[in-house]
Every structure is written in C-alpha cells, then in structure tokens.
C-alpha cells in the first residue's frame, strides 16, 4: 500500500488543477477517478465552457477568472496545447440604463480587462445575425474566449501526471 501527501478524488477541472499544484509544491499526490479525466459525468466534462471576466459587483470573481485564464493560457504554452484556449470574445448585452451593465464595466476597467462599448449601429455592424427590438448597451470583452473544456481538464491530468502524480482509476468507497 502507498503512502500519499494528499489523495485527491476526483480528475474534473477541481481535482486536476488540486493534484497538480500540490505536487508541484513537493507532495506526493494520488489523484482517483473512476471515469477518467473530463468525463461526461463531471461538470467539466463537456466540449467547451465559456471563460469572462464580467461579474458586475461581483469583482473577486473578475479577479479570480483573470487569475485562471492567465493559468490555463501558461498551461496550454507548457504543454503546446494553445488551440484549447480560443479568444473569441464575449458580447454582454442589456437594456440601455441597466445598472449591472455599469458595474461590470467599472470592474472591468478597475481590474485592467480589455473590452470595447459599442452603440447600437456599430453593434448591428458586428454582429448582423441579432436583432434587438429596443436600444441596448453592449460590451464586447475583447480578451476572453472558450476552452474546450473535456481535452483542457485531460491536459491538466497529464501534466500533473507528468509531474509526478499517481493516477488511480477507480472508485473512493466510503469506510464501513
């Protein structure tokens, strides 16, 4: 039997990125799935996720999502995996004077976060297949993207296991 630092249950986005920092910080590490690594059963599982900055008030969020797409992009440099980051922006829409659309532009520009307002005829220039039916505001946040998420988590896996993480295929049954 073996002895661990740390065993992690789970290989989903959480579990992954847990096992592969501790072990990078000298532990030792089990990480167990029984599914494998981005598995349809795992919240992180599906083909692509969505990753933004705008959380309105909200601003430890938007410090928190800079944090890990700057994690996620220095992974994917490691690994040569950058195609699982696409940069391809994300529009936020609302109803013209919406309060939540000023705050997540104040966040934005408080924590540095690139983005771009646009009026209503530069928004229908961009973007022709919407139609709104009333004036909207619209910020485009020209930095954030998708990553595709099932391979991202199973990249994450790899260098953890690269790194020197035991990776145990199988289920963690409670003590009787």
């Known amino acids: 039997m073996c002895n661990y630092d740390f065993a992690v249950i789970g290989a989903g986005v959480f579990g992954a990125w847990i096992a592969y920092h501790f072990r990078k910080a000298g532990y030792s590490v089990a990480l167990l799935e029984a599914y494998g690594p981005g598995n349809s059963r795992s919240s992180s599982g599906g083909e692509s996720r ?3 900055m705008s959380y309105g008030p909200d601003e430890l969020y938007t410090r928190c999502s ?3 797409l700057e994690l996620w992009k220095q992974l ?3 690994t040569n995996r950058i195609e699982l980051f696409v940069p391809t ?3 936020w829409t609302a109803p013209e004077g919406c309060s939540r659309a000023g705050s997540n532009r104040d966040s934005l520009i408080q924590n540095g976060v690139p983005f771009e307002t646009l009026t209503d005829s530069e928004l229908e ?4 297949q919407f139609h709104f039916s009333s004036q909207v505001t619209a910020i485009l946040e020209t930095a954030s993207g998708v990553i595709l998420a099932r391979r991202a988590v199973q990249t994450v896996v790899a260098a953890a296991l690269a790194s020197g993480v035991d990776y145990l295929h199988t289920l963690a049954l409670p003590l009787p």
């Open 50 to 52: 969505i990753i933004r």
């Open 66 to 68: 800079l944090r890990s």
């Open 76 to 78: 994917f440099n490691e």
């Open 89 to 91: 922006g994300v529009l």
């Open 125 to 128: 220039h961009r973007f022709p």
